[in-house]
């Protein structure tokens, strides 16, 4: 099953990534994760991509296009964060065409800005092992910590309430535009996503079921 997520910053995206990931044991190919590993490590990329993250801009499509080009090897697949765009979108055609892959569904979480507001400025990261946290919704058994590493929590830097805010104006300018793109293809399917995260899930495994593609015989 190869799938795209496609939602607003705090649609839940890199929750929903990951469940699905275990669920169907597919690859989840992050792209905002694979980033902010080169920013950490300080690599020639890092440095160049970190400009355009902390602004809350999209980095360039051809620095995007490579990364993708390398990590996108093989069928079952979800990607997170990508395709952001138009061009984008069409050139990630070419790439599955290149190397015999086919897209089946995209996924789009829809959520309101209030809640995804909500979500973010309570979001905690562990930038040691990327495991994600909500000071409210889903904390970590003690304050500040990660349970999986030990190591500190902190704030995304472009969590910050400007940041967030740019963020939601470039996808309403260049992302949203994709929803229209997928539903013509009839490859869109569209979740609440302002419910919990476990309703989510359901409801996309659902929704995937519904097209055929729930390979889960458990029926979960
Ligand atoms: P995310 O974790 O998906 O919210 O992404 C964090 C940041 O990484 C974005 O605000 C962009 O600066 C950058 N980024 C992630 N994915 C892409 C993409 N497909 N195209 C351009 N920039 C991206």
């Given at each position: 099953?190869?799938?795209?997520?496609?939602?607003?910053p705090?649609?839940?995206?890199?929750?929903?990534?990951?469940?699905?990931?275990?669920?169907?044991?597919?690859?989840?190919?992050?792209?905002?994760?694979?980033?902010?590993?080169?920013?950490?490590?300080?690599?020639?990329?890092?440095?160049?991509?970190?400009?355009?993250?902390?602004?809350g801009?999209?980095?360039?499509?051809?620095?995007?296009?490579?990364?993708?080009?390398?990590?996108?090897?093989?069928?079952?697949?979800?990607?997170?964060?990508?395709?952001?765009?138009?061009?984008?979108?069409?050139?990630?055609?070419?790439?599955?065409?290149?190397?015999?892959?086919?897209?089946?569904?995209?996924?789009?979480?829809?959520?309101?800005?209030?809640?995804?507001?909500?979500?973010?400025?309570?979001?905690?990261?562990?930038?040691?092992?990327?495991?994600?946290?909500?000071?409210?919704?889903?904390?970590?058994?003690?304050?500040?910590?990660?349970?999986?590493?030990?190591?500190?929590?902190?704030?995304?830097?472009?969590?910050?309430?400007?940041?967030?805010?740019k963020r939601w104006?470039v996808?309403?300018?260049?992302?949203?535009?994709?929803?229209?793109?997928?539903?013509?293809?009839?490859?869109?399917?569209?979740?609440?996503?302002?419910?919990?995260?476990?309703?989510?899930?359901?409801?996309?495994?659902?929704?995937?079921?519904?097209?055929?593609?729930?390979?889960?015989?458990?029926?979960?």
């Amino acid at each position: 099953m190869n799938l795209i997520l496609l939602g607003a910053p705090g649609s839940g995206k890199g929750t929903q990534a990951k469940f699905l990931a275990e669920h169907y044991k597919i690859k989840k190919i992050v792209v905002g994760d694979i980033l902010r590993e080169e920013v950490k490590n300080n690599t020639p990329l890092g440095k160049v991509v970190s400009e355009y993250m902390n602004k809350g801009v999209l980095v360039p499509d051809n620095i995007i296009i490579k990364v993708i080009q390398e990590k996108l090897n093989s069928s079952g697949f979800i990607l997170d964060g990508f395709p952001r765009n138009l061009v984008q979108a069409k050139m990630l055609e070419e790439i599955l065409k290149e190397k015999a892959l086919s897209l089946d569904r995209v996924i789009y979480l829809k959520v309101n800005e209030e809640k995804a507001v909500e979500r973010l400025s309570g979001r905690r990261v562990c930038k040691n092992c990327g495991a994600i946290y909500h000071i409210v919704n889903m904390p970590p058994q003690k304050e500040g910590i990660c349970d999986k590493c030990g190591e500190k929590l902190m704030i995304r830097d472009d969590d910050r309430e400007e940041t967030v805010k740019k963020r939601w104006q470039v996808f309403r300018r260049e992302t949203s535009s994709l929803i229209d793109h997928y539903l013509k293809d009839s490859k869109l399917l569209e979740v609440d996503a302002n419910k919990s995260k476990e309703e989510v899930f359901s409801e996309i495994k659902k929704a995937l079921n519904s097209y055929g593609k729930d390979k889960d015989s458990s029926g979960n």
